[in-house]
């Protein structure tokens, strides 16, 4: 395994924790009406989108690194 999968697999191991964060969120939201829980989740859902761009550039930068 080189440096470059490792990468990209954390990246998107990131992305997927990113995204059960934020569903954990909205069920405490959903319990709680709370505004914090609210701007948690669409934080946690961007930054996850985020992450998923950025593994797609990052793999299409090093394409021709082996």
């Not at 992305?15 to 569903?23: E, R, T």
């Not at 914090?36 to 950025?54: E, K, Q, R, V």
């Amino acid at each position: 395994m080189n440096l470059r999968t490792v990468h990209a697999a954390l990246i998107m191991f990131s992305a997927a924790l990113s995204v059960l964060f934020g569903i954990w969120c909205l069920a405490q939201y959903s319990r709680e009406h709370s505004g914090l829980m609210l701007a948690a989740a669409i934080a946690s859902f961007g930054a996850s989108a985020g992450l998923i761009a950025y593994d797609s550039w990052f793999l299409r930068k090093t394409r021709t690194l082996r």
